[in-house]
């Protein structure tokens, strides 16, 4: 019959335990199971690159290229004649412009980490001025 296993002690985030999660050392535990998820977050760098300038060029042109197929000059048909203006090329545009400054903050997340490290030194301070 297969013995139960005893429940594992919950720990706190940043808690480590004294008996190593159960490993004979610390290290022990980092080679055969690793990091845990905030030793991780800890000793990882905090690296921002920004977006490659031939990434924006290709981006600009490419939205160049659909608006000029857009014009009437490409793709006409007998009989058929389009307006050299539409008011789809100022909504497209307006679209890209908005929709580029959402993907920005949502991919930038230096504010976020900066309100973690400012909400983690009052935490710290906190705790020292109350011992």
């Known amino acids: 019959m297969k013995e139960k296993l005893s429940s594992t002690e919950e720990t706190g985030w940043g808690d480590m335990p004294e008996d190593h999660f159960g490993y004979g050392s610390k290290q022990e ?3 055969k199971r690793g990091l845990e998820d905030w030793e991780l ?3 990882m760098e905090s690296t921002h690159t920004s977006i490659p300038y031939w990434f924006i060029a290709l981006f600009i042109v490419l939205l160049l290229v659909a608006i000029g197929l857009t014009f009437p000059f490409w793709g006409n ?3 058929f004649e389009r ?3 539409d ?3 100022p909504a497209g545009v307006a679209w890209v412009i908005v929709m580029s400054f959402v993907i920005y903050y949502f991919v930038d997340l230096r504010h976020i980490l900066k309100e973690k490290k400012e909400k983690k030194q009052r935490e710290q301070e906190h705790n020292v001025s109350t011992k």
């Open 29 to 31: 535990r980092l080679d």
């Open 41 to 43: 977050l800890e000793t």
């Open 77 to 79: 048909r007998p009989g």
């Open 83 to 85: 307006d050299w203006f």
């Open 87 to 89: 008011w789809g090329i």
